[in-house]
Structure formats: structure tokens, C-alpha cells
């Protein structure tokens, strides 16, 4: 047998498919992996049959089709007042995973620092370590994840190459607020630091929130490439479909990795998003929806014993159990799905250190009665 060095020695299946594949064998709710479990607006499904029929089945130019990269600008402009030039700024991707992954390959090299907001979202580090990059983790800490931006400053070197940020995060459905942007802005002021901002819940923020893009910080904008998702957008998550925007200098060198690793995207999907997307009320609705079922979920939540961390924004509901049990998340997120029926998320699987606060992540994005009996076997715990 011929053997290969691991370039991820550490690494193994992700916690999602690990917990997606025990909930199947128990057969237990998923309220695990971050995908909805009701059907996408059927408008969209026919314009995407509608673009197959019509032959729009060949290779879409490399960075994307360009009425949905008009688009896409047009909607940087609209909500964020960001200038995106849709030839050079915006690129078609599949899926924001794939836009995150080119976005860190065009800038990381050996040796460079990247401070990561942890618990984060599992694809950074991986990227980062692949690329001879250093994960440079910050630990929030529930119930409310602040960032104490004196702390970021004293992670910096002359290594620092790049900070990501997500928001709305996932998995704490915590949101950054403008007085965390100011103190970002002064930060990285007079330096080359780069900024990858995962974006892909702009659309689901809660209550009095707001999403702070950085796109709408012309300071923090050319300096960032933003990624998106159109699975999160749309309700599609297996259609793997996303963009990247990022300034003509940073989105040339984006665009290098992006020809020869994909070159380009499903089109019929894209001519079908085109057409979908022409009416803004298909995504502006977002948070609304989305709220209806964060207030269902945790109305419901409220009869069992767990303890509710606040939820501003994404589709995850956080919540924690130290008051019930000493065990160790992943043994109690087994637990759970063996003797209960109900899958979630270990939130430990989210810092590098696997840091235990005895948080587990349920994701709402379901249909109601999913959300009600998967409440219903809680209520037993
Ligand atoms: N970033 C975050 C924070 C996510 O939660 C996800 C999807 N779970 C992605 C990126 C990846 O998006 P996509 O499915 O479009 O690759």
C-alpha cells in the first residue's frame, strides 16, 4: 500500500457528518448540521428548470454569470452604499465553504497569523494550516461571546496577515455591533492586515440587530473579502452555490486561485437565481421568517430544563445544561441523540482546544412540527 504524509495530521470527519450519520442510525431529529428540512420556494425551482430547458447548460463564464454579478452589486450598493465593480469586484462561487477556502489560498503563506474568533466555524483552521498558516484562536466565552478588542491587539505580531470575522456567527447567534466595528477599524488602521468576513446570515439578524457588513465601512472594505451564500439565502444548502467580493486587487489574486481550482460555477442555477433574485422581496423576508421560528423554538425550549444563551442572529439556538450534568458535551450530545432522539451540535467541536463550556447548538431552520416533537423529547431530559 502506498502511504502519504497527512498535510492534516489532526484532522478527521467533521462533527457535522459525525453527528448527521449517528442521528440516522437512531433515528433521532437532526437538529444538528445547519440545512432546513422544508422545501425551497418552488418559483425558484422552476426558473432553474426554466434555464435547463432553455439550454443554459454549459460553462458559465469563469467569475459568473454577469447579470447575477450585476445583481449582486446592485445589492452591495443598495443595502451596504458599497461600490462593487461586478467585472472585476464580485466572483460566482460554489458555496461560501469553496469562496472562504481561494480567498485564504491567494493571501496565506507559510508562516502567516490569522486570528480566528472562536468557537468558529470548523473549514478556517483546516484552510489556514493547509496553506503553512498559523490559527491564531481568541476564546469568547458564553453567555455572550464579547470581544475585548485590547485582547485582539495583544494577539497581533509582524506575522499577523489576516482576522476573520463572522457575523452573524455560527454557532452562538451572536452578532458584531458598530462599537465592535470602530474598534476593528482602529485597530487595523495603518496596517496590512487583511479581513475575511464570512457574512453568509447577513440576512437573518433578530429583533432591534442590524448587520454590520464591512462593506459598509469604506476603512474595513479595502481591506476584506466578503463571502456569501446563496444555500443560506435561497434555503438551499446542498445547491453549494456563493460569491466573494473583495476589491479589484484582492479579488484579481482571488480570482487566479478561483480559474484553476473551479473555473466555474453550475449555470443553470445561476441564470435560475438571476431571475429569482430580480425581485428582493425573495430574501429581504429572511429575518422575519427566520424570527418566527427562533421565537417558536425558544418559546418551546422554555419547558425543559435547559438554559437559553441569547440568539440575535443565524439559525442556531445555543443552549446549556452545566446545571444538569457534569459531562462533557460531545458525551452529552451522544447522549442525547441515544437515549432522547433529538441530534445537535457539541459547541467544543468549535474551538481549537476544544474548550468545554457544556453548550450544545440546535439549528431552527426546520419546519415547525420538527421543531415541536424534537421539543416534546427534551421536555423528557
Ligand atoms: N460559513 C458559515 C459560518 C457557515 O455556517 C457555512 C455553512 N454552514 C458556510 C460558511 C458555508 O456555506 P456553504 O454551504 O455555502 O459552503
Redesign the pocket.
Known amino acids: 500500500m502506498i502511504s502519504i504524509q497527512s498535510k492534516l495530521p489532526g484532522v478527521g470527519t467533521t462533527i ?1 457528518s459525525v453527528m448527521s450519520k449517528l442521528a440516522e442510525e437512531y433515528k433521532a431529529i437532526n437538529l444538528s ?3 432546513p428540512d422544508y422545501a425551497c420556494d418552488e418559483k425558484l425551482i422552476n426558473k432553474v428548470t426554466e434555464a435547463m430547458k432553455s439550454g443554459f447548460n454549459q460553462y458559465a463564464p469563469m467569475p459568473g454569470l454577469t447579470e447575477l454579478r450585476e445583481l449582486i452589486a446592485e445589492k452591495a450598493e443598495k443595502l451596504y452604499a458599497a461600490t462593487y465593480n461586478p467585472d472585476t469586484e464580485v466572483t460566482i ?8 477556502f481561494t480567498a485564504l489560498t491567494s493571501c496565506i503563506s507559510q508562516g502567516d497569523e490569522v486570528i480566528i474568533f472562536e468557537p468558529a ?1 470548523d ?1 478556517y483552521a483546516p484552510a489556514i494550516k493547509l496553506l503553512g498558516g498559523l490559527v491564531k484562536p481568541y476564546e469568547l466565552s458564553p453567555p455572550d461571546y464579547e470581544i475585548d478588542w485590547e485582547m485582539v491587539k495583544k494577539l497581533f505580531t509582524a506575522n499577523t496577515k489576516m482576522i476573520i470575522l ?1 457575523s452573524p ?2 454557532p452562538t447567534g451572536c452578532i458584531l455591533s458598530e462599537k465592535d466595528i470602530k474598534a476593528l477599524i482602529k485597530l487595523t488602521k495603518n496596517t496590512d492586515i487583511l479581513i475575511l468576513s ?1 457574512e ?2 447577513e440576512h437573518i439578524v433578530f429583533d432591534d440587530k442590524k448587520h454590520h457588513s464591512v462593506a459598509l465601512y469604506p476603512e474595513l472594505r479595502e481591506r476584506s473579502f466578503i ?6 439565502l435561497l434555503h438551499t ?1 446542498g445547491w ?3 460569491y466573494c467580493l473583495a476589491p479589484e486587487n484582492l479579488m484579481k489574486e482571488f480570482r487566479k486561485i478561483h480559474q484553476f481550482n473551479v473555473f466555474s460555477v453550475n449555470t443553470p442555477m445561476q441564470v435560475g437565481i438571476t431571475n429569482y433574485l430580480k425581485d428582493p422581496d425573495t430574501y429581504l423576508g429572511l429575518s422575519e421568517f427566520f424570527k418566527q421560528k427562533r421565537d417558536l423554538f425558544r418559546g418551546l425550549l422554555t419547558e425543559t430544563r435547559f438554559k437559553l444563551l441569547p440568539c440575535h442572529g ?1 439559525y442556531f439556538q445555543c443552549v446549556g445544561y452545566e446545571h444538569l450534568s457534569s459531562e462533557k458535551d460531545t458525551d452529552m450530545a451522544i447522549r442525547l441523540i441515544k437515549e432522547y432522539g433529538v441530534a445537535s451540535i457539541p459547541v467544543s467541536a468549535f474551538y481549537t482546544r476544544n474548550t468545554d463550556h457544556q453548550i450544545l447548538r440546535f439549528c431552527f431552520a426546520k419546519k415547525q412540527e420538527t421543531l415541536e416533537k424534537a421539543v416534546e423529547r427534551l421536555m423528557k431530559l
Request: aromatic share 16%.
Open positions: 457535522f448540521q445547519g440545512f462561487t460554489a458555496g461560501g465553504t469553496q469562496a472562504i466555524y473549514c463572522n456567527q455560527n464570512d453568509v446570515y463571502v456569501a451564500s446563496f444555500g443560506k444548502t453549494k452555490l456563493g443565524s
